[in-house]
Protein backbone atom coordinates (compact mmCIF):
# COMPACT_ATOMS: atom_id res chain seq x y z
CA UNK A 1 0.00 0.00 0.00
CA UNK A 2 1.52 3.12 -0.61
CA UNK A 3 1.31 6.22 1.81
CA UNK A 4 -0.60 8.87 0.43
CA UNK A 5 -0.22 11.87 2.79
CA UNK A 6 1.15 11.81 6.97
CA UNK A 7 -1.30 13.19 9.40
CA UNK A 8 0.41 15.66 12.25
CA UNK A 9 -1.52 15.68 15.55
CA UNK A 10 -0.97 17.89 17.96
CA UNK A 11 -2.90 18.41 21.45
CA UNK A 12 -3.54 20.65 24.17
CA UNK A 13 -5.95 22.46 26.69
CA UNK A 14 -7.09 25.69 27.41
CA UNK A 15 -9.96 27.21 29.54
CA UNK A 16 -13.34 28.31 28.11
CA UNK A 17 -12.83 31.98 28.70
CA UNK A 18 -9.09 31.60 26.70
CA UNK A 19 -9.70 29.08 23.95
CA UNK A 20 -11.45 31.45 21.73
CA UNK A 21 -7.97 33.40 21.34
CA UNK A 22 -6.12 30.15 20.61
CA UNK A 23 -8.83 29.62 17.93
CA UNK A 24 -8.46 32.99 16.44
CA UNK A 25 -4.77 32.63 16.47
CA UNK A 26 -4.61 29.26 14.67
CA UNK A 27 -6.97 30.47 12.12
CA UNK A 28 -5.98 33.84 11.44
CA UNK A 29 -1.93 33.59 11.47
CA UNK A 30 -0.91 29.86 11.96
CA UNK A 31 -3.02 28.02 8.99
CA UNK A 32 -2.48 30.74 6.61
CA UNK A 33 1.33 30.43 6.78
CA UNK A 34 1.07 26.52 6.52
CA UNK A 35 -0.56 26.70 3.15
CA UNK A 36 2.45 28.90 2.13
CA UNK A 37 4.51 25.41 2.76
CA UNK A 38 4.43 23.22 -0.39
CA UNK A 39 3.20 20.10 1.10
CA UNK A 40 0.98 20.78 3.13
CA UNK A 41 -2.20 19.48 2.40
CA UNK A 42 -4.63 21.17 5.18
CA UNK A 43 -5.70 21.54 8.56
CA UNK A 44 -8.35 20.30 10.82
CA UNK A 45 -8.57 21.92 14.46
CA UNK A 46 -10.78 19.92 16.83
CA UNK A 47 -11.95 20.93 20.03
CA UNK A 48 -14.74 19.69 22.47
CA UNK A 49 -15.39 21.35 26.20
CA UNK A 50 -16.12 19.76 29.36
CA UNK A 51 -16.51 21.46 32.54
CA UNK A 52 -14.11 25.14 32.37
CA UNK A 53 -11.56 23.02 30.62
CA UNK A 54 -11.62 22.97 26.61
CA UNK A 55 -9.22 20.28 24.92
CA UNK A 56 -7.71 20.79 21.53
CA UNK A 57 -6.48 18.37 18.92
CA UNK A 58 -4.40 20.12 16.12
CA UNK A 59 -4.24 17.67 12.80
CA UNK A 60 -2.13 19.10 10.16
CA UNK A 61 -1.78 17.14 6.49
CA UNK A 62 1.22 16.78 4.96
CA UNK A 63 2.83 14.72 1.57
CA UNK A 64 5.90 13.91 3.22
CA UNK A 65 8.37 14.06 6.26
CA UNK A 66 10.41 16.96 4.26
CA UNK A 67 7.29 18.88 3.80
CA UNK A 68 6.99 18.62 7.28
CA UNK A 69 10.50 20.15 8.28
CA UNK A 70 9.68 23.14 6.13
CA UNK A 71 7.79 23.89 9.09
CA UNK A 72 8.86 22.28 12.08
CA UNK A 73 12.65 22.30 11.64
CA UNK A 74 15.05 19.66 11.75
CA UNK A 75 13.51 17.77 14.63
CA UNK A 76 10.18 17.33 13.06
CA UNK A 77 8.43 15.83 16.34
CA UNK A 78 9.29 18.77 18.01
CA UNK A 79 5.98 20.70 18.59
CA UNK A 80 6.13 24.36 17.43
CA UNK A 81 4.04 26.00 19.73
CA UNK A 82 4.29 30.37 20.00
CA UNK A 83 3.64 32.32 22.72
CA UNK A 84 0.66 33.98 21.62
CA UNK A 85 -0.50 29.91 21.47
CA UNK A 86 1.09 29.80 24.89
CA UNK A 87 -0.70 32.50 26.40
CA UNK A 88 -4.03 31.18 25.69
CA UNK A 89 -3.18 27.76 26.34
CA UNK A 90 -3.25 25.87 30.11
CA UNK A 91 -1.36 22.78 29.00
CA UNK A 92 0.17 21.78 25.52
CA UNK A 93 2.17 18.65 23.91
CA UNK A 94 5.84 19.09 23.41
CA UNK A 95 5.78 16.51 20.85
CA UNK A 96 3.98 15.38 18.03
CA UNK A 97 2.77 12.19 16.79
CA UNK A 98 2.95 11.29 13.23
CA UNK A 99 0.69 8.66 11.34
CA UNK A 100 0.67 7.73 7.67
CA UNK A 101 -3.02 8.16 6.51
CA UNK A 102 -4.29 5.05 4.71
CA UNK A 103 -7.29 5.65 3.87
CA UNK A 104 -9.08 8.95 3.73
CA UNK A 105 -12.69 10.34 1.58
CA UNK A 106 -11.92 11.08 -1.90
Known sequence: MEKDMIARMWRASSTVAK?????RHATDQVFPSLDRIEGHRGAYLLRRTFGETVE???????????????????EAERAVVEPEAQAALSTFDDWVTHFDVVHRPK
Do not use: H, N, Q
Open 56 to 74: IVILTLWDSMEAIRKFAGA
Open 19 to 23: ADDYV
